[in-house]
């Protein structure tokens, strides 16, 4: 089954909206199978976010990454990658869809709350980057029936 990585960024954490945001992925129906708090070190934050280091952002996308504890997630589901995507929002919250995490709780670009993987292949690397095999826990939810035909 399709997983992808999540994760609510510092300013996500300290505005309160942890519960809000993993509700989100609940509510559609997706299964929670890893979750832990993070103080990410540069070096993980300069790999996890390896593809952008030539853009002019990337310094202040690291600091603010390893500004304050993030909380990350794998979230599992048909069409979760492309789903999650949806559901967090335009990357910039201003222009971001209201009823999207982005849109309903962001302002700016650089404080847009959540990280959600881009692609199938994308979510891999960065499951394998943020969480050790035995940190991801496979289980089959019970409510599946109702869930898909
Ligand atoms: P995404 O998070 O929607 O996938 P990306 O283009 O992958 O967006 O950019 C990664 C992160 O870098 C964004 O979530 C945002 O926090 C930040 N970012 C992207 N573009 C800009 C920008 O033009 N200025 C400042 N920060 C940016
Ligand atoms: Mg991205």
Redesign the pocket.
Known sequence: MERTFIIVKPDGVQRNLVGEIVGRFEAKGFTLVGLKMVKVSRELAEKH?DV?KE?P?FG??VEFIISAPVVAMAWEGNGVVAAARKI?G??NPLTAEPGTIRGDYGID??R?LV??S?AIETAQRELALWFGSEELVSWEQTVKPWLYE
């Open positions: 976010y952008h853009r952002f202040s996308l967090i335009a990357t670009i650089g847009n990280h959600g881009d």
